[in-house]
């Protein structure tokens, strides 16, 4: 395989996988709006799992290996990636898993939950914005 071939079967799986956890943070921010109704009228009847692990960093890297995000972002934009993935790390995601557990359980207030997991939406909903920019600068 030549080097521009290998350059391009490089880029093209990046890209694909890049938008792929883009789509994921979709899932995660409507995961985060249902889970939010259900508190609001204490509905404990909730089975999101939010798995920010699976995903966080498994396409990103490759991007980041390759020097690619260098090429294409300014040193603002990867350091906001990087508290992007710090953020979508194992333990958040076991702090509102737990904190979802604990409601459920009674040991937790609905206005706590609640606080939390408004507060994780609005981060995420950031975070959309701020990747699809990023993505627009890469693709461009």
Known sequence: MSFCQNLL???IGALLGFIFSIC???FTNKWAKKAIEKITVNDKDVFY?????????????????QGFLYEKLNPEDINLLDTILNHMGQGIEFYINNSMQRWKEGAMDQKDVLRIMTFERDNIEKYIKEIHRMKQKIIS
Do not use: K, M, V
């Open 9 to 11: 079967s490089t880029f």
């Open 24 to 26: 994921l943070f979709y």
């Open 49 to 65: 799992y939010f798995n920010y692990i699976g995903y966080q960093r498994l396409f990103i890297q490759t991007y980041f290996q």
